[in-house]
């Protein structure tokens, strides 16, 4: 055992020396145990829950984290508008049997039901009277309830046959709703086109129940979860060496070995090859990580002087539109003057790829045409990032393409009980939510820590 790292402070200091003496020697051929029982590699909130509950066995181990913060995809910016914002996964859908809304309680922190308010705009509309409006938008919305539906039985149907995708399940009399219908059943839902997933995956995840949201912000909440947990910033792992006793880690600073490593990179930065495997990894595993490839799901965040928008708090704002350029609006999250607007699916990657500076501009024009021009000059502050330019996410989260149920069941199977994986990509029924990555997580290391003391584990897929 280590004692020191039970008390490892997260800080940025401690992060560089907490654990300098374990990698910063030349090499370790001259030991005949691994230096630690387990390495998890990436502090997301798989890493954390993972972390957590290795805490609990009293195993020697550590989290290495390649950038300067712990939360992956969860990130809780609370300099940009003073107040809490979350750059990434800003809801959380809890698995059954979750941990999470206990730890979460347990921890000061609330969770509570994402009220799912949803309205439509029409762009030009803004001239017309409250009360038609109002009449206009309550029947829409019942018409989209309506045809919500019929796509989610027709994709349902379709499961039951051949994996194909959710396009071609798709009812063919959607008329003027089409566009609209695809954009919020596919971008807006799952960061992909409907095209690109399947319709055996979707039909999986009509039935999850509603996701919750978070005051304190969701990367905050996985920070306060992680306290306790030992984890070395700065830290990118090149190459795992694994081998049917043990792998030997290559960091940086050095190298340092261990009896097991659960992985929790994303399968964007492991199909990229930041990490290398010697040997290299059996052919299964590379193909997941190219099937599981990551959506483009990013925020751009307003700050508007009062509610110009004249919208509740969490209200979801739609438009009906007639081609593949839309967003989403996540109004006042939480009561707060912020809202979050959301470019998704090969739009949204369009807007990234040509950097923030176009991404702003497109979410200033749309409020200006979806809400007029006085709430366009209400806009006091905005912000945007791209997921798929951080070196080390490169993307927002797993897809669900035709075959993915296989690439998740290839990446639930370690490698020599030495290498295993693990992440909100391979969970089976809550892939691509923050409760999905947790849960695995947490099973992902009771595998482990069940094979280090020769127990049976339980199931690590979800």
Not at 334 to 353: I, M, Q, V, W, Y
Request: contains cysteine.
């Amino acid at each position: 055992m280590a004692p020191a790292l039970k008390t490892f402070k997260l800080t940025r200091r401690s992060a560089i020396g907490g654990l300098v003496s374990a990698v910063s020697c030349p090499a370790f051929a001259g030991r005949r145990e691994p230096d630690f029982d387990v390495l998890i590699i990436g502090a997301g909130a798989a890493g954390i829950a993972a972390g957590r509950r290795l805490l609990a066995s009293n195993k020697k181990f550590a989290v290495l984290e390649a950038s300067d913060r712990m939360g992956g995809r969860c990130f809780t910016d609370t300099a940009t508008f003073n107040l809490p914002y979350d750059r990434g996964a800003c809801s959380i859908h809890l698995p059954a049997q979750s941990s999470l809304a206990k730890l979460t309680a347990q921890n000061g922190a609330e969770l509570y039901p994402d009220p799912e308010r949803q309205q439509f705009k029409v762009r030009g509309r803004n001239g017309l009277e409250k009360d038609l409006e109002e009449h206009r938008s309550k029947l829409e919305l019942e018409e989209f309830y309506a045809d919500r539906v019929r796509c989610y039985a027709a994709i349902t149907q379709a499961a039951g046959k051949d994996d194909i995708s959710c396009a071609k399940a798709l009812p063919a009399d959607l008329g003027d709703w089409r566009r609209t219908m695809e954009f919020v059943l596919g971008p807006y839902r799952f960061g992909a086109e409907l095209s690109e997933l399947s319709a055996k995956e979707y039909a999986v995840s009509i039935d999850r129940d509603a996701a919750r949201l978070c005051r304190l912000g969701v990367g905050a909440l996985i920070g306060k979860l992680a306290l306790g947990v030992p984890i070395k910033f700065f830290s990118p792992v090149t190459l795992i060496d694994w081998g049917e006793r043990s792998a030997t880690l290559a960091t940086g600073e050095g190298v340092v070995t261990a009896r097991a490593v659960i992985v929790t990179a994303s399968t964007a930065v492991l199909a990229s090859g930041k990490i290398r495997f010697r040997p290299n990894l059996p052919g299964a595993y590379a193909s997941a990580f190219e099937k599981l490839k990551l959506g483009s799901y990013d925020h751009v965040a307003l700050a508007f002087n009062g509610n110009p928008l004249g919208l509740a708090a969490n209200a979801v704002v739609f438009e009906r539109v007639y081609n593949t350029k839309t967003a989403a609006l996540f109004a006042h999250v939480h009561g707060t003057p912020l809202s979050l607007l959301t470019l998704a699916g090969h739009s949204g990657a369009e807007l990234a790829d040509k950097g923030e500076s176009a991404m702003t501009d497109f979410a200033i024009d749309w409020i200006s045409s979806v809400f007029g021009s006085r709430a366009k000059k209400a806009v006091l502050r905005v912000h945007a990032m791209s997921w798929k330019k951080d070196p080390w996410i490169l993307g927002a989260f797993s897809s669900a393409p035709t075959g993915a149920q296989e690439a998740r069941k290839a990446l639930s199977e370690p490698l020599n009980d030495v290498v295993w994986f693990a992440g909100e990509a391979v969970h089976q029924t809550f892939w691509g939510t923050v409760g999905g990555a947790w849960q695995n997580g947490e099973r992902t290391a009771d595998a482990v820590i069940a094979r280090l003391d020769h127990k049976t584990p339980r199931s690590t897929s979800g």
